[in-house]
């Protein structure tokens, strides 16, 4: 029989996804909140809009302000709620404490961050100039050390062309290593893959497109619609993209060692249970948990939801983490052994982080 860890598992302390759970508490397991269920994700400057979610790796070297474990969350609006001008990362440590860990020049950004072994922080942006789609720019890719401090930006037009998703692939110690690092292009319909050399004395990289021709547009109240989060599956060296435009998974084959454009095939295809796909983890099980963000296909009796699938593309379970549209947005998970996980979801709603831990069925 089907496990779903969304029947287990509470992704919120919502009504809505409460009354959810009770009607599965005779098989509920143990879940043991890491830090508090909710932590606000509005830093002292006021931007809004929570996006991308990176959890620092147990590699990053102590001394530095970002700390192994730790959790950061990328701010897409600013204080006055317009679209493509946020600047900051929100750091929250392992108490629950949150700190402006970064604040860009930069605008807009997006759920495009990851973080490498040694604590190097890599973000994308797509900005704004007064908050809607007319004035959207293609953005960059910036490099931040541990400390939250740029280091510059790389990757060209090609490559980097209005990035909203990102995943890592990352071998490295804490010092030196390498890492394939995927970024979808919402703005060209692409997703490119960077291989990345990095030490203490600086990093390089070099860039191919990995895929194109996924739909996308610009949309009035979305703002964008198009290729959005990545999540990469070892086992087959596939990379899974969540597409918002079309409301479906693609996945790409030989992802870490095509030399070529290899293009995507579809995955899933679900205008019942997909609303603007903004984000997806893989977990242990395989299993596939996509956020909605409700950009397009939007349905009021399923608001926010956050969907699982199982590795062969049957649907399973879904749980709204906000009762309005509009709401799920960037997630992330970590594996903290034996089965279990730690489940991050930002509520782009109420600007908040939701975080527990859960053994995976």
């Not at 090609?158 to 292009?185: C, E, I, K, R, Y």
């Not at 060296?237 to 060692?257: F, G, R």
């Amino acid at each position: 029989m089907k496990t779903s860890l969304l029947y287990v598992c509470p992704v919120v302390l919502k009504t809505a996804a409460l009354a959810l759970l009770a009607l599965s508490a005779a098989s509920a397991q143990s879940i043991l909140p890491l830090l508090p269920p909710s932590v606000s994700t509005i830093p002292s400057n006021g931007d809004v809009n929570p996006y991308g979610i990176a959890i620092a790796p147990k590699t990053v070297p102590l001394g530095g302000v970002l700390q192994p474990g730790d959790i950061l969350v990328s701010n897409f609006n600013n204080s006055q709620n317009l679209q493509g001008t946020g600047t900051t990362i929100l750091r929250v440590d392992k108490s629950g404490n949150t700190s402006t860990f970064y604040t860009s020049s930069k605008r807009g950004l997006t759920a495009a961050i990851g973080i490498l072994s040694d604590g190097v922080v890599l973000i994308g942006n797509l900005p704004t100039a007064d908050g809607t789609s007319a004035t959207v720019q293609p953005g960059s890719l910036t490099v931040v050390d541990r400390n939250g401090n740029a280091l510059g930006t790389f990757g060209t037009i090609q490559t980097v062309n209005g990035p909203w998703g990102m995943a890592m692939v990352d071998s490295g110690n804490g010092a030196t290593g390498t890492a394939h690092v995927f970024l979808s292009n919402v703005l060209s319909g692409s997703v490119s893959r960077f291989d990345v050399n990095y030490a203490p004395t600086g990093l390089s990289a070099t860039a191919l497109t990995l895929a194109n021709g996924f739909s996308h547009r610009l949309d009035p109240a979305a703002l964008v619609l198009g290729p959005s989060g990545l999540a990469y599956e070892a086992s087959n060296d596939t990379l899974y993209v969540a597409s918002s435009s079309d409301n479906a998974i693609y996945k790409i084959a030989t992802a870490t060692t095509s030399n070529s454009t290899v293009g995507a095939q579809l995955f899933v295809s679900d205008t019942v249970h997909l609303h603007g796909p903004l984000d997806l983890v893989i977990l242990p099980n395989g299993h596939l948990l996509v956020a909605n963000s409700d950009g397009s296909n939007a349905d009021p009796n399923q608001p926010s939801e956050i969907v699982e699938y199982t590795a062969t593309t049957t649907f399973l379970a879904q749980m709204p983490i906000d009762p309005n549209n509009g709401g799920a947005f960037g997630l992330a998970s970590a594996t903290l052994g034996w089965g279990t996980i730690r489940l991050l979801a930002v509520d782009d709603n109420t600007n908040s982080l939701n975080i527990w831990t859960t053994v995976v069925p």
